[in-house]
Structures are given as C-alpha cells and as structure tokens.
C-alpha cells in the first residue's frame, strides 16, 4: 500500500473522534430539576423532571409540585402545556423560540460559548483573559432597556458566571454555574444560582439545581410518556 | 422584634452575597442554603394558584382586582416566555398575544426584562398592570 494512503488512513483516524465530538448529541438527557426561589423571606420551591431528546430536538418537562403539568417544546418553537388535574391542554408556536433556546440545551450541546446571548442580538464587545479566566462582554440589541452589556466568565472553557449589567455598569442579574457533572460528550452544571438586585438591600435569589443525571442513546422514562386526551379542554393563546 | 431579627438576616445573607460576588465569579452554594434555610417556605397556595390559573389566564382578558407581584414575577419565572404573566397582569388580548408571538421564549431575553422590572418594582406593580404597551416597561 502505498505511504499515502497510509497517510490518509492515518488522518482518517485521528479527525474521525473530533468529526463526533462536533456534532450535536444525539442521544437522550434526563434530569430531575428543583428550582427554589427566595424573595422577601419566603421560599418557593418547585420540582420537575426533564427529558431532552437530541434526536428531535424536543425538551419534555414534568412538573410534579406545587402542581402537576407537562411542558413539551420542539425545535420549531411548538409549544405543548397539558394540566392533566383539569385536563386542559394550550398549544403555542413562536419560531424564534423553539428548544434550542433552553438553557439545557446550551448546555447538552456544548453550544455554551454565548448561551444564546448571540441569537438573541447580542454583539461580542470584548474578549480578554483575567488570571484563569476566560471574560467575554456582549452588547444589548437596541430596545432592550434596562440591560446594556451581559458579562460571561468561563473557567476551563466552561461557563461560571454571567453579569447583566445596566448602562452605569450596575450588577441587574448575577448567574453562577457550579459543581459541572461530566457527561462523556458534555458537560452540566448541576447547579445554577441567579441573583436578581432589585434595590441596594433587596434581591430574588433563584437556584436551580440538576440530579440524577442520566443520559444514552435508548434512554427510556415512563415518566415523560403522557397522552392528551381526546377531550381535554384546548384552550387557544 | 422577630420582624427585626428576620430583616437582619436577610439582609447580612445578601451582604455576604455580594461580598462574595465582587471577590470572585464563585458562589458559596452553604450560603445559598443557609439563605434558603432562614426562609419561611411559603406556603404553596400562591404557587399552585399561579400555575392553576396560568391556562385560564392565557385565554382571559384583564380582570378587575389588585394584582400580586409574586405571583406575576412566579408566572414569569416559569411561563415568562409564552407572556402569561402579561395575561395576569393584564393587558390588551391582542398585545399578549402578540408578545406571545413575537417576543416569547423560555429562556429569552424578554421574560428577564419584564422580570427585572417587576422585580425592582416589587412593591408598586401598578403600572404594569392594564398595560396596553407591547412592552410594558
């Protein structure tokens, strides 16, 4: 055989694990999620299950308490929310909206370099490196009032860290993502804490936080299979 | 006193949050907990009322009556992107349906807008309410 085509054979194999990795994830991504809220001293406390096929794209969430509903979003921004206690089902459809611009998603992805900030209409300002970070600055599309410029800090080429900011350079929202879960094609914060200021000695304090990572190309959950019933009540947004 | 106490502590909780904030891009999740651990958990009423009513809101007009920023805030936090807290807070059927479409999204730029403002507005939401304009800020 001749050196070239061993040459080729050679390349072949070194490019081929990166051609993968490149790609989207194909496979199926289940979480359980229990976001907490803090304002005012009360504490609200919601728990849900998610499933995110990458196959089609689609994000199933089972919310289980306070109340129970389903909340199912494609790639083509339709949107399914089925109360099953009142049997009520809505249907919306925004093409701007669809399940890439869920957080898990980014994240699922590897798409976590601007977290969608890119399309929603942000423009990269700036990129500099601060010690062992890695800050990037981005720019508020006009219209969007009370936040000029959202700041991202990235550690290991993982995202730690938004700031949105007004235009005195003011902290509107600070985001920090911890405690990564390494999945072998992807990696998830497992918790994510949101810090919104809204006055000098107030603010809502929101952590979102992901368990019983599991994921796998024939992942199967008996929890995300439900059925709308024939007479549930549609109710038109 | 027990008013003050808790005051306090809420206050010295978001101190240390901020202290640790502009030290850093970490967050100590202990006091995260130890906030969340000070908390009253409220009762979960509100929040199933929220979600409850969220279908029907979707479909209803304005309705008369005060309305309660946590509840629009709560509504925004989970249903921001399909405008059903502008439902709640009231608006034109027409507006909502129309930031429904336009400017929705789950996790888009829009809910956190209208979330900042309700939440910076916390304790006056009037003007929010019965508000015509597309964007209601």
Same mark, same amino acid.
């Given at each position: 055989m001749p050196v070239r085509n061993h040459l080729f054979i050679f390349f072949l194999i070194i490019c081929l694990p990166f051609t993968i990795n490149s790609q989207a994830y194909k496979g199926k991504v289940s979480v359980n999620t229990t976001h907490q809220i803090y304002k005012k001293g009360q504490l609200f406390t919601v728990l849900s299950t998610t499933l995110y096929d990458g196959s089609t794209g689609s994000i199933t969430c089972h919310y289980t308490s306070p109340t129970e509903f389903y909340k199912t979003?494609?790639?083509?921004? /339709?949107?399914?929310? *089925? #109360?099953?206690?009142?049997?009520?089902?809505?249907?919306?459809?925004?093409?701007?909206?669809?399940?890439?611009? /869920?957080?898990?998603? *980014? #994240?699922?992805?590897?798409?976590?370099?601007?977290?969608?900030?890119?399309?929603?209409?942000?423009?990269?300002? /700036?990129?500099?490196?601060?010690?062992k970070y890695y800050i990037t600055t981005w720019l508020a599309p006009p219209g969007v009032k009370p936040v000029h410029t959202v700041k991202l800090v990235f550690e290991n080429f993982l995202p730690i860290y938004a700031e949105y900011q007004d235009l005195s350079g003011k902290a509107l929202k600070k985001i920090y993502y911890y405690e990564y879960h390494h999945a072998n094609y992807f990696s998830l914060p497992k918790k994510i804490t949101e810090i919104s200021y809204s006055s000098e000695n107030d603010s809502t304090v929101k952590r979102t936080s992901f368990s019983n990572i599991q994921t796998g190309m024939y992942l199967e959950d008996a929890r995300f299979n439900f059925q709308i019933p024939e007479d549930a009540i549609k109710l038109d947004l | 006193m027990k008013k003050l106490l808790f005051t306090l502590a809420v206050v010295t909780?978001?101190?240390?949050?901020?202290?640790?904030?502009?030290?850093?891009?970490?967050?100590?999740?202990?006091?995260?907990?130890?906030?969340?651990?000070?908390?009253?958990?409220?009762?979960?009423?509100?929040?199933?009322?929220?979600?409850?009513?969220?279908?029907?809101?979707?479909?209803?007009?304005?309705?008369?009556?005060?309305?309660?920023?946590?509840?629009?805030?709560?509504?925004?936090?989970?249903?921001?992107?399909?405008?059903?807290?502008?439902?709640?807070?009231?608006?034109?059927?027409?507006?909502?349906?129309?930031?429904?479409?336009?400017?929705?999204?789950?996790?888009?730029?829009?809910?956190?807008?209208?979330?900042?403002?309700?939440?910076?507005?916390?304790?006056?939401?009037?003007?929010?309410?019965?508000?015509?304009?597309f964007f209601m800020w």
């Open positions: 979003i494609n790639t083509k921004g /339709e949107t399914t929310i *089925y #109360f099953p206690k009142r049997n009520e089902v809505s249907f919306s459809q925004n093409s701007q909206y669809g399940s890439d611009s /869920e957080l898990l998603y *980014y #994240f699922v992805n590897n798409f976590t370099q601007n977290l969608g900030l890119e399309k929603e209409g942000f423009i990269r300002n /700036e990129a500099k490196t601060e010690g | 909780g978001l101190a240390f949050f901020s202290i640790e904030a502009s030290a850093s891009y970490t967050i100590d999740d202990n006091q995260v907990e130890a906030l969340f651990n000070s908390a009253n958990e409220a009762s979960f009423s509100i929040m199933t009322e929220a979600m409850d009513m969220a279908p029907a809101m979707a479909i209803a007009s304005a309705s008369e009556g005060s309305k309660d920023a946590l509840v629009a805030i709560l509504l925004d936090f989970f249903l921001g992107g399909l405008g059903i807290h502008r439902f709640y807070l009231g608006t034109e059927v027409m507006t909502g349906i129309g930031y429904i479409l336009t400017c929705g999204g789950i996790f888009g730029i829009m809910p956190l807008v209208d979330l900042i403002v309700l939440a910076i507005n916390f304790d006056d939401i009037s003007a929010y309410v019965n508000n015509p304009k």
